[in-house]
């Protein structure tokens, strides 16, 4: 191992030794013996006291993570909702935001294909913004667009899923918001992972990736000056329940939540920030770059190079025809190493072909990514 992986060599050592090469991060990071605990503790108060003693005794806990989530994000605390997922999470915001019908609303090539559909099921038209020839933004272009004909909204996805490209958010955020044009930024891939308190007006994540807590757990973070234009449609009774001290973001939560996700992604981002953001984000960068030395000239693949900052994800294009989804099957069964396969689906107006992700956490050792090469030319 080098000295740099000798560093972060704890985050392995606090985690349950793993029984395959985990190499897929962008898919679900591995959780932390203590979010393990924090969350399966949750579930047996639950048990012990019931449902909702457990939540109020929970309370401090998940508003401590509810506030380290939202400094992440940029907003302040009350601006951040607990939900399942960030396709949950676009949706409540979709359903919540002053949008008229027909809107239109201004995405990148690169864009997330679940995301394109959700505008589409809720009415909106979708327009390109300008991108160069390696699919970053245009800022530009954005600029002119903007001082134009400007869209009801600019979604952009901070760093895309099928390859390591990386929007510049918050140089598009300071152009929309001279504007008054709305940014929504999918940070999905990109919390924990890359800086993003970037000033967005709204943004959303999950807890699963780069920040390595439970599934099944989402946030959702809206800027302050939105908060009294959200067209919310709670109960009666859940604003009856609502906790003295929220505001009306909080009334975007789902009644019915698993709790006990919550309470283990508040201790994940509890030791994401112990350890130190910026040393995290800055040792991503560095195992994208070494995973992408490490494949480059690889035998029938082409290496994606980095588009923006460095980060973690890297992706690789078949040169002879290989089945994408098999070799992923065969990396897996044969070589016991855990990647994705990335349908067109994911980026339908961007991508030609399946690719094969890679992506790290902090621990990758130059063997894992000897171990990778290997098997990959093994496959053909």
């Not at 140089?171 to 890359?194: F, K, M, S, T």
């Not at 994540?205 to 709670?234: C, F, Q």
């Amino acid at each position: 191992m080098t000295e740099a992986g000798d560093r972060w060599q704890w985050f392995r050592e606090r985690r349950l030794p793993a029984e395959l090469v985990h190499l897929d991060s962008a898919a679900a990071g591995r959780s932390s013996v203590a979010t393990l605990r924090a969350t399966a503790a949750y579930a047996e108060r639950e048990a012990t006291v019931g449902g909702y003693v457990a939540q109020a005794e929970g309370t401090p806990g998940l508003n401590e993570g509810r506030a380290a989530l939202a400094g992440l994000l940029g907003i302040p605390a009350l601006g951040l909702a607990f939900v399942e997922s960030a396709h949950a999470a676009i949706e409540v915001l979709l359903d919540a935001w002053p949008l008229a019908d027909g809107a239109v609303v201004a995405v990148v090539s690169s864009e997330w294909g679940p995301n394109l559909n959700a505008f589409s099921r809720h009415g909106l038209r979708i327009t390109e913004l300008a991108v160069h020839g390696d699919g970053l933004l245009d800022l530009a272009g954005l600029e002119r667009l903007l001082g134009g004909d400007p869209p009801a909204l600019v979604h952009l996805t901070q760093v895309a899923s099928h390859r390591p490209l990386v929007q510049p958010a918050a140089e598009a955020a300071a152009l929309c918001r001279a504007a008054g044009v709305p940014l929504w930024v999918d940070a999905a891939q990109a919390i924990g992972h890359v800086d993003t308190a970037i000033g967005a007006d709204a943004a959303y994540a999950v807890s699963r990736k780069w920040l390595t807590g439970p599934r099944g757990v989402g946030m959702l973070a809206i800027a302050e000056p939105w908060w009294d234009r959200l067209r919310i449609h709670a109960s009666d009774l859940q604003r009856d329940s609502q906790p003295a001290g929220t505001g009306p973001v909080w009334l975007l939560e789902s009644a019915e939540a698993n709790i006990a996700g919550r309470i283990g992604l508040c201790n994940a981002v509890q030791e994401f920030r112990s350890a130190g953001p910026a040393g995290i984000w800055q040792r991503l960068a560095q195992v994208g770059r070494q995973t992408r030395q490490a494949l480059t000239d690889l035998p029938g693949w082409a290496v994606l190079p980095a588009v923006g900052p460095s980060v973690a994800i890297t992706a690789l294009r078949p040169l002879g025809g290989q089945d994408v989804a098999a070799t992923r099957a065969r990396l897996l069964d044969e070589h016991g190493i855990v990647s994705t396969a990335c349908a067109t689906s994911r980026a339908p107006r961007e991508m030609k072909g399946p690719l094969l992700r890679i992506s790290p956490h902090v621990d990758c050792t130059p063997d894992e990514l000897n171990l990778l090469r290997k098997a990959l030319i093994a496959l053909g």
